[in-house]
């Protein structure tokens, strides 16, 4: 008995260990740059910037070494991984093009802690970033407000472009305190993405749906593509004169990250009829294309074209990660930056920033064609149809032509 | 009904192999507190050792012409690889309990603490963040084993049997049941497993007779090793697509809990790792489980909180633990550092 105590209590012990355990490697690696240290991929911009840009973002390294060991544009990514395949990477692209287009030095920042980054841990990416001279610095994720509003008025003189953000105010409890005029926020039209994917799968003859959406149904981008989503099978099911039936749920996804958990629930999905489902959140793709590869389901991509990363992909609700950063990174290189800072701007088909990919190899439609995909977004673009962005409402509605299970 | 089959063996293999593990390192009289670390350590290796032959561009000609007798030969070697590494990271634990008699529990947790360092400290410099994915794919694409392989069209029907047992499953998980048994037999029906399981209860009689207890615990803790390392890359390739974060989600612990319910016998902890198997399936699926194939889900129709359902495998485990505890029967001299000289 005595020695079955000290085993339990040893476990427990282990338990509690392994759980700080866990933390606190990327806590020590979280800010350095380890490529830098490991002296590998090392490039000097000007080996990068041959007259020529390059297109591919691909085929820019990561990680550079800089001269004078400052750099200019500096990236703090979201939670989740930078080679998410999605949100953290496609902002990151963007950071990458400019750069490498204009032969200035970048450098990403992973705030500490990985998906339980605390706002402490977000400063002090912006803050290592600002020290090693960043001339801009691109701040993704509505998680980094707090640590950004702080940021921002440490850091008066340095521009700050706040991807799936908002204007912010210096004291959040009161909104009409002064509006940090140094960052610039960007949001997205997604609901518009969210609608095409959806009216496109009905559309193409998809009957089941689903969908699973990451930020545990906090994250206001993944609720507008995930209302976005709703509405288009709503209308084209109506279209059709049909019903269809959607799994919509927020589950295992509160991190953005991939689980076994979110694996099993997607392949009972799959297992149940569904026949497709958009993966609306980061690293969350990796578990649902692996679920749907195990069960010949498909998937519907999010924020940049995922079609290369799986057979199983038939569209992504892509929204113009790299471009809005490149566009909001040169206002400060060209000197207009006081045109976008302290306000917010929301990018959508006007902008030609949100859509779904029409390139041969990436449209895996078989009876929706590129053509009634165009008159669609001409029609949104018209505002002959408008998508409502107010997701609010997402329960309350009654759904004509969609059995809505909210799981 | 074969989704619920299905994703419990998922769950359980691994589990019951880990457990088995432990119960070989037990026997011979070492506590193997070190699973998670092992598993952790495995699945690491698993995961590089796929990755990097996946650059290497070993396999790609078989995937293009669907040769998948030879992907499975893949992802046998990926298992062997996994777990010879995850044997010769046990071998820290041998030396230090054997060779320098430290406390068990003590080595057993610094392996456990150094396990998931040292991992992401190797993934961050090579995949340069916190995960190490295949380098091209994903796991069911490369390796699971679907009814297509044998003929079958996308409609149909192979059967219960069929769809259960062959249809969407990995050789994996067989591999392991096969180990299982054959090592369960090897336990009790061997001279080896006799000696073995003599040096757990009293060293210094099986001293007396002649068997190396150095050479014995070593033995149990290699086996142990090796066992836990595939069955970390095992949880690694059908559970998380073949994925490594430096994290197992605690089945090496769940497998110590499997291992003491079980009481140390191997049929024992066949069961209790499908019981929490079960539930660690209804878990993450009590919402798309269709027991009987009526149409009518259950689970989600009872109207029970869903966090409930996601506290049961951890539930269990305190319940059946509490009521089962007093029965275990632990080998009465592991954690005890061999002495020759003492009585």
Known sequence: MKKLLALVLALVMGLSLVACGNNNPPAETGESNPPAETGTETQTPEESTPAEETTDPDSIPDSMTSEDGTYQVAFVTDVGQLKDKSFNQGTFDGVKLYAAANGLSYKYYQPANGSEATDEDRYNAMKAAADAGAEVIVCAGYLQEAALRRAAMDYPDIPFVFIDGYPLTEDPENPDSAVLTNVAGIAFKEEQAGYFAGYAAVMDGFENLGFSGGGGGTNDACCRFGYGFVQGANAAAAELDKTVNMNYSWQYGATFSASAELQTMISGWYANGTEIVFACGGSMFQSISAAASANDGYVIGVDVDQSGESDTVITSAMKGLADAVQWAVGHVYDGTFTEIGGTGTSLGVEDNAVGLPTDESSWRFESFSVDDYQAMYQAVLDGTLVVDNDFSKLETTEWSNVNLNII | MTFLIQQT???AIPLMIVALAGVFAERSGIINLAL?????????????????????GVFDAAKEANNWVALQGFELMAMVAAAIMGAVFSLLLSFASVNLKADQTIGGTALNLLAPALVLFFIRIIANQNTLQMASGDAASWFMIKKSF????????MGFFGSTFI???????????????????LLYKTRFGLRLRSCGENPQAADSLGINVYKMRYAGTTISGALAGMGGFVYALTTAN???TGDVAGFGFLALAVMIFGNWKPLNIAGAALLFGLFKCVAASYSSIDINGDGIFLLAEAGISPHFYRMLPYLITLVVLAFTSKKSRAPKAEGIPYDKGRR
């Not at chain 2, 044998?150 to 029907?157: A, L, T």
């Not at chain 2, 969407?168 to 369960?184: E, G, H, P, Q, R």
């Open chain 2, 9 to 11: 063996l998922l769950y």
């Open chain 2, 36 to 56: 998670e670390g092992i598993m952790i350590f495995g699945a690491f290796i698993g995961v590089l050792f796929v990755n990097l032959v996946q650059q290497a």
């Open chain 2, 150 to 157: 044998f003929g079958y069209g996308r409609n149909d029907e």
């Open chain 2, 167 to 185: 249809d969407k499953t990995y050789i994996a998980t067989y591999i392991c049941i096969l180990v299982f048994v054959i090592l369960s037999i």
């Open chain 2, 242 to 244: 073949c994925a490594s």
